[in-house]
């Protein structure tokens, strides 16, 4: 029996990457965190509307979801080298040019056109550096080691993006609404850049024709994978704009941010402890555990009282339970594609989650606009029970899926033991 050691675990990371890299890829995903409440803070002041804010910032969502397939297929083409630092040097220009766009008077539809622009060239650094983890391990025999990496990202993304926003809030307080979009697009060219040209960043994987023919993507488990993602971004949607709703209802509007950070907390605490998960229990059986807690977690934000108290457990649940269901997600879906295609699944997954995040928040203001903040809260119940369901209805294929990937083409992975 085999079990994956925190400690030594993450020690091994360090020692894969060198010295410096993971401070580098967690600085690199900053700004994709502190894009959307930037655009939001300065387009808010200026207009004086929070109704076009919120319009330019779900341009910017819509352009992050639509862009990240593309650049992670044109990272597995090009490589992640030259893919990820001309998206980031666009990333940043057009943050600058919103920033520009409002303070010249444009109108809501170019500062909109020019934040889905910012949003379309995000540099997809959370699902390319799961590329590079699969790729060095694998290079080093170090399969082993992969769940603990995976278990890393899941926490550096979740410290992202509650450190993004306050972030914002910082910058923008100490300076002027226009500072979070221009420090954004500064650690883009700082942070992102040099992240795209570190040397962990894997070669292009270029299969012979015939095998390329032969190798083909699992198209119906990567569906399925993505409309997981779907489901716990409406999970995170729903329950970020339930959370407004209510602390709205008590009157205690600017404690939502606090409120919802307690999700985050949990779900970096629980992605580091994954890490500790024994080896011998298989991606599917993995999925399937974290999709069951994920649905129960999503009910307690019914169940529970309506007090502080109350929905602050159902907040810490929630983030337990919400990364190891994307830390498995991630790993079946690194385990059935074949290396040239890693990028492109990759933010496939992440635009899912985004594309969730929207449909849920949108979905849950209506609710809570028509009958208050207990209806919104409904839905993270529904999305967590449709994941469940999704993850039970997946497994013949995805089963397929592990089992016929080519040992040659596919990243190398950790023990086959999915069953």
């Not at 205690?252 to 606090?258: C, I, P, Q, R, V």
């Not at 298989?282 to 929905?311: D, H, K, S, W």
């Not at 369901?389 to 016929?404: K, N, V, W």
């Amino acid at each position: 029996m085999s079990v994956v050691t925190s400690p030594a675990g993450y020690r091994g990371l360090v020692r894969v990457t060198g010295p410096g890299f993971l401070g580098l890829s967690f600085l690199a995903r900053l700004p994709a965190a502190m894009g959307p409440l930037g655009v939001i803070t300065l387009v808010a002041v200026a207009t004086g509307s929070f109704a076009v804010a919120g319009a330019v910032a779900a341009a910017y969502g819509i352009g992050a979801a639509l862009g990240g397939p593309v650049v992670g297929a044109l990272a597995d083409r090009h490589g992640q080298r030259l893919v990820g630092a001309v998206a980031a040097l666009i990333d940043a220009a057009a943050l600058v040019a919103v920033v520009v766009a409002v303070r010249t008077g444009a109108t809501p539809v170019v500062v909109g056109l020019l934040a889905a622009a910012a949003g379309f060239a995000t540099p997809q650094v959370g699902p390319l550096v799961r590329v590079r983890w699969a790729a060095l391990l694998g290079d080093r025999g170090e399969q082993r080691n992969l769940p603990t990496a995976f278990s890393y990202e899941g926490a550096a993304d979740e410290l992202s993006y509650m450190a993004g926003p306050a972030l914002v809030g910082l910058v923008a307080v100490l300076g002027s609404p226009s500072a979070p979009l221009l420090v954004a697009a500064g650690l883009t060219v700082a942070a992102a850049v040099p992240f795209a040209l570190h040397r962990t960043a894997p070669p292009v994987v270029r299969a012979p024709r015939a095998a390329a023919v032969a190798v083909r993507l699992p198209i119906a488990a990567v569906i399925a994978l993505v409309v997981a993602m779907v489901a716990i971004g409406a999970v995170f949607g729903a329950t970020q704009t339930g959370v407004t709703a209510y602390a709205s209802s008590v009157g205690a509007s600017g404690s939502a941010g606090l409120i919802y950070a307690v999700l985050g907390v949990g779900s970096a605490i629980a992605g580091l402890a994954t890490a500790w998960i024994p080896a011998r229990i298989g991606l599917l059986t993995r999925y399937v555990v974290a999709a069951i807690a994920l649905a129960a977690g999503g009910a307690l934000l019914v169940v529970m009282p309506g007090t502080l108290v109350g929905v602050l457990v159902a907040m810490a649940v929630i983030g337990v339970v919400s990364a190891p269901y994307l830390i498995s997600v991630y790993g079946v879906a690194n385990a059935i594609t074949p290396a040239r295609r890693a990028g492109t699944v990759m933010t496939l997954l992440a635009s899912g989650v985004v594309a969730g995040v929207a449909l849920g928040a949108a979905a849950a203001g209506r609710l809570a606009d028509s009958h208050g903040y207990q209806a919104a809260f409904l839905l993270p119940l529904l999305a967590g029970a449709a994941a469940l369901a999704l993850a039970l209805a997946s497994l013949r294929p995805l089963r397929g899926a592990l089992t016929h990937v080519p040992p040659t083409v596919a990243t190398p992975q950790p023990e086959p033991a999915y069953r």
